[in-house]
Each structure stands twice: as C-alpha cells, then as structure tokens.
C-alpha cells in the first residue's frame, strides 16, 4: 500500500498531481544551546542521508542556520555589540518574520537566498548569501528555532540537541576566541551576562516542543542513525519531484 506520510500535527498528502510528484519539502528543526553540536548534528544527517540515497543524485539534503536571521543592528546596538554588552541570545535580536517567510517559501519549493552572518562585525554581510535551491529535506538549526509558535508548526520533525552546558561553554570559549576575535573576559562575561540566562529562559524550555532529543549531540550516533532512517523512509516514499531534478539539470545518470 502507499503510504501517505501523516505528520502529527498536519496530514500533507503527496498525492502526484499533473504527472509530477508536488511535495514539498521535508522540515527539520535543530534546536539546542548554544556550542551543543547542532550544526554537526545537521552534517552527520545530510552525510548519511547522502549516502543513503547514492542511486538518487536527485536527492537534496541542504541546512540553514537561524543565525542568518538576526536583525540588522541599530548604530547603538552595535556599539553595545562590539563591547559585549548586546544580548544576541535573545528572541528579540532575530527578524523572525524573515525567517517565517522564508520557510514559507521553502516548503512552497521555491528557490530562496539566505544571507550569511559575520560574527566579526555582528552583521549580515550582504554579499556572502548562498541559494537554496528546492530540496528533498531541508534542515534549520538554532538556538530559539522553536521559540517562535508560526516557525514552529511549519517543521515536520523537530530535534533538540542536549548537551551538558560545561561541555558547550568548554567548546564556546576557544571559539569565540579563535574563530570570532574576542579575548577570555568578554567571552565569559557575555555567557554570563546573556548566554547562560537566556539559554535558560527562552531556550530549555523549548525541549518540551521536540520529538526527539538528542543527548551527547553529534556524539550521538545511535539517535543520528534513528533519525537518518525515518527520514530515509519518508524519501522512499516520496519518489524525487522529477520537475526540480529537470530544473537543476540533475538525473540519474548525471554523476553529481
Ligand atoms: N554572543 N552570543 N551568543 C550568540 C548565540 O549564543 C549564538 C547563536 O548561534 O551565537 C552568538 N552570537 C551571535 C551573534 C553575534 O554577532 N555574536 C555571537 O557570538
């Protein structure tokens, strides 16, 4: 029998219609704190996921990242930012009507352009965007994707990486030191000051949203397997939208 895959919260019938498959994408939240191996957690599936599918050049598996939504900056903000004193863990510091807009246009399979963030200058550096072009699978990672109720219902799987907070500080320290030009102090002061509060108050309680969480983050290899294999048979079941493999030029034979 053909299945019809029902999500918990909203049954979407990929139903082929005029010949082609129309389905939209497969939505996956990565929530977590921060440093808890989200964006790893992102890699090891579309790795996989890759691999899983070797016959099926078709098959897309991209990740965006909620940091690409954080609103542009007032002159004051950034002074504050630049001294560590702006809390960037906050609801409040992302344009999440962007970001609603542009899953909306995901899920739609429309071709989208996401902006890249520059931890240096605490902006979005308006020429580094990259497209996402329609995919099987697409996956959003970040800290508060699951705060905002509208972004929320519109994932069809929703994973909450739970790694121990000494563990994240551990990893955050060094890179924010290496990766992101700040010195010991004001990475501490600002866990303290903002990260830590606002894991707690805006973050954590968002786990209750997930089905599944994933302790030991991307160390977790039993749970990544687990999940790499639903979603692999949701994409069984869904043959490629042959339309977007014509689109990209892509087929079968094209060795990719
Ligand atoms: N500071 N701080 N915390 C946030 C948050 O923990 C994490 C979100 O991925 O990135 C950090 N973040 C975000 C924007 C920025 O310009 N700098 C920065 O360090």
């Known amino acids: 029998p053909i299945h019809t895959y029902k999500m918990a919260d909203k049954s979407t019938d990929y139903s082929t219609a005029n010949g082609f498959e129309s389905k939209t994408p497969f939505l996956i939240g990565v929530a977590g704190g921060t440093a808890s191996g989200k964006s790893t957690v992102c890699q090891r599936i579309m790795e ?8 099926q050049t078709e098959r897309r598996v991209v990740c ?21 004193q702006f809390n960037f863990d906050h609801p409040d510091a992302f344009d999440d009507k962007k970001l609603l807009a542009i899953l909306k246009d995901i899920l739609a399979g429309k071709k989208v352009e996401i ?12 020429n580094r965007s990259h497209t996402i072009y329609p995919a099987d699978v697409v996956l959003i990672e970040g800290i508060l994707v699951f705060y905002f ?8 799987m929703k994973l909450f990486v739970d790694t121990d907070s000494d563990t994240r500080l551990a990893r955050r320290v060094p890179r924010d030191i ?3 030009g700040r010195d010991l102090e004001q ?16 973050c954590l ?5 997930a089905d599944v969480i994933i302790p030991r983050g991307a160390d977790n290899l039993v749970a990544i397997d687990l ?5 692999s048979d949701y994409l069984k079941r869904s043959p490629v939208d042959k339309t977007i493999a014509l689109e990209l030029g892509l087929s079968s034979q094209s060795s990719v």
Do not use: C, W
């Open 227 to 231: 999940i790499v294999q639903h979603i």
């Open 149 to 156: 109720p509208e972004v929320r219902e519109l994932f069809h």
């Open 178 to 180: 290496m990766e992101r």
């Open 48 to 55: 996989k996921l890759g691999q899983q599918h070797k016959e």
């Open 187 to 202: 990475v501490l002061n600002q866990y303290m000051n903002f990260v830590k509060p606002a894991f707690e108050e805006f």
């Open 64 to 84: 965006i990242s909620q940091d690409s939504f954080y609103r542009t900056l007032t002159p004051s903000e950034r002074l504050r930012a630049e001294r560590g």
């Open 205 to 209: 309680p968002t786990k209750k949203f």
């Open 115 to 126: 902006p890249e963030y520059d931890y240096i200058t605490n902006s979005i550096s308006p």
